[in-house]
């Protein structure tokens, strides 16, 4: 199947502090990634709809100021937490959507962010 | 708005025996995607089964089937001669008409050596 990578797998950093963080899908292009926040042993939440060349589309209650969301080129989105703080703590996990194959999104492995 | 249940926070299983997971959902769509997720300690998301909501023949992938009952808005996991390496959590999840993916709150799958 399709690939999808995220960058950093991890990373903790002091509050206050933005993190960026990559979903590149490897081996096609994704005109629509979709970006998730998991937190301890509970379901997959989703964040945003990143959809190259324009905006975002933010489900409620996400604060887009806050989760920063750039789909750049068809194979790279990135996701920047600004200002973190410790409540922003949790596993994101960005998916792809290939073209080719519509009906199934291609999950990244994660990145686990801790704000101290 | 489209919703997805599961009501087994954890199952347990014996090794090479037959377990079946339970999900409904609600949804005013007539077509759709539901798929089954595994997501093991590793935390990768591994696709495992999907359904398109228009076939009626249940999709089967080796030892993983469903039973997609559309009228009455279900869609169970059977995994037959459990292994070790099925423990994971496994999630119901919906597709709507926009792309996005719906999960359930998961199921937390334990097998018993």
């Known amino acids: 199947g399709a690939v999808v990578s995220q960058h950093p797998s991890w990373v903790i950093c002091k509050s206050g502090t933005s993190v960026k963080i990559e979903c590149r899908s490897l081996?096609?292009?994704?005109?629509?990634m979709f970006w998730y926040r998991q937190f301890p042993k509970q379901s997959l939440m989703l964040m945003a709809t990143?959809?190259?060349?324009?905006?975002?589309?933010?489900e409620q209650g996400v604060e887009k100021d806050k989760f920063l969301i750039n789909h750049a080129s068809l194979t790279l989105s990135t996701l920047t937490v600004t200002s973190a703080h410790p409540e922003d703590s949790s596993f994101y996990i960005c998916?792809?959507?290939?073209?080719?194959?519509?009906?199934?999104?291609?999950f990244g492995p994660g990145t686990r962010l801790l704000v101290l | 708005a489209q919703t997805v249940t599961q009501s087994q926070p954890e199952m347990s299983v014996q090794e090479a025996e037959t377990v079946t997971l339970s999900c409904t959902y609600d949804?005013?769509?007539?077509?759709?995607?539901l798929f089954w997720y595994k997501q093991p300690p590793s935390r990768q998301m591994i696709l495992v089964i999907r359904?398109?909501?228009?076939?009626?023949q249940n999709a089967t992938e080796n030892r993983f089937s469903v039973n997609f009952q559309k009228a009455a808005k279900s869609f169970s996991l059977k995994i037959s001669d459990s292994q070790l390496g099925d423990a994971a959590m496994y999630f119901c999840?919906?597709?709507?008409?926009?792309?996005?993916?719906?999960f359930g709150k998961g199921t937390r799958l334990h097998i018993l050596p």
């Open positions: 949804t005013s769509e007539s077509d759709y995607y």
């Open positions: 998916s792809a959507r290939d073209p080719g194959i519509r009906e199934t999104q291609y």
């Open positions: 999840a919906y597709r709507t008409r926009d792309d996005k993916i719906i």
């Open positions: 990143s959809n190259e060349g324009s905006k975002a589309t933010y």
């Open positions: 081996d096609f292009q994704a005109t629509t």
């Open positions: 359904q398109e909501a228009y076939k009626q």
